[in-house]
């Protein structure tokens, strides 16, 4: 069955999506926030709720978001040749010390351009400091690379296993425009299905026009249906990659280099966010309801936690 059959069934799980955000926007859902201790705050360890994913927000998806909303999404810049510095990938940030991005963002030189810093705390690109509604952030933090380390199987002739770390040069202090989200631990993981509704986020390219940070709803699709929309034998869709399709038009539907696949979890009236894919692979889906394929975060938890280090 061709994924375009789906649509139908897409629009009905979107809509009874925001039926239950719009409940829980009416429930009061806010977020709390509580400070990182012991080994969360030294940044060696992957926190948990409620540690992570902790967002200001409205209650529900609004077209322009908040500027300390997603505070975990980094920015990868590049500088080439000449000193010139431009951002081409994304990141997510799951400590204090790390950034999780994929690998094909940080393998070799990208388009000979070498990954210089990683920047935190961005909202507008074209802003020194980003304020909006008479609230500004604190100025975005550029930080030092210390250290790079990419999925031991890593292929960059099928793409499977895009995913890597990046150890910041110091921890970072955390703010309302800085947190770290939450992973997909083996006890807080699910089965994504088809037809249920996440949230994406980027600049989408951040190299482009788009210089305001921004968001879309997105679709898993199902991974036979996403097995034959990429059928390539050269590069097969395998089962620790998700497919997703996101809204027409939307500009921040996951076609960049690691932008963030979210699902969100409200429980006694708070919320955290979960990662559970980065964009890896597919043109924006804003192209003819294609979709875009993102590398499964819970499958490299293990990998994730054995490769940190104090």
Not at 122 to 128: D, H, I
Not at 152 to 176: E, F
Not at 204 to 216: E, F, Y
Request: with cysteine.
């Amino acid at each position: 069955m061709r994924l375009q059959q789906s649509v139908l069934f897409i629009a009905y799980a979107y809509s009874a999506f925001l039926i239950s955000e719009t409940d829980q926007a009416q429930a009061g859902t806010t977020t709390a926030r509580t400070e990182l201790t012991g080994n969360q705050a030294e940044g060696n360890a992957l926190p948990e709720p409620p540690f992570c994913g902790r967002s200001n927000e409205d209650g529900i998806l609004m077209p322009n978001i908040r500027i300390d909303q997603y505070p975990w999404m980094a920015l990868l810049s590049y500088t080439n040749e000449n000193g010139d510095e431009e951002f081409m990938c994304g990141g997510n940030l799951i400590n204090r010390r790390y950034v999780l991005t994929v690998a094909h963002c940080v393998m070799n030189n990208l388009k000979d351009k070498k990954l210089s810093k990683i920047r935190l705390g961005e909202y507008n690109l074209g802003e020194e400091i980003d304020c909006k509604n008479g609230e500004c952030n604190e100025k975005p933090l550029d930080l030092n690379v210390e250290d790079i380390t990419t999925h031991p199987d890593y292929s960059p002739r099928n793409g499977h296993n895009d995913i890597a770390l990046i150890r910041l040069a110091a921890n970072v202090n955390l703010t309302d425009s800085i947190q770290p989200i939450c992973l997909p631990l083996p006890e807080t993981r699910v089965n994504l299905t088809g037809g249920e509704i996440l949230t994406v986020a980027g600049w989408d390219p951040p190299q482009a026009n788009a210089k305001v940070k921004s968001h879309a709803r997105a679709s898993i699709v199902e991974h036979t249906d996403c097995v034959k929309e990429f059928w390539n034998p050269r590069r097969p869709i395998i089962t620790s990659q998700i497919c997703a399709l996101g809204e027409v038009s939307k500009n921040s539907c996951g076609g960049d280099s690691a932008n963030p696949l979210m699902r969100k979890v409200s429980k006694d009236h708070s919320a955290n966010w979960y990662l559970e894919g980065m964009s890896s692979l597919g043109s924006r889906c804003s192209s003819e309801n294609f979709p875009v394929v993102y590398t499964r975060v819970a499958d490299y938890v293990d990998w994730i936690r054995q490769t940190i280090k104090v």
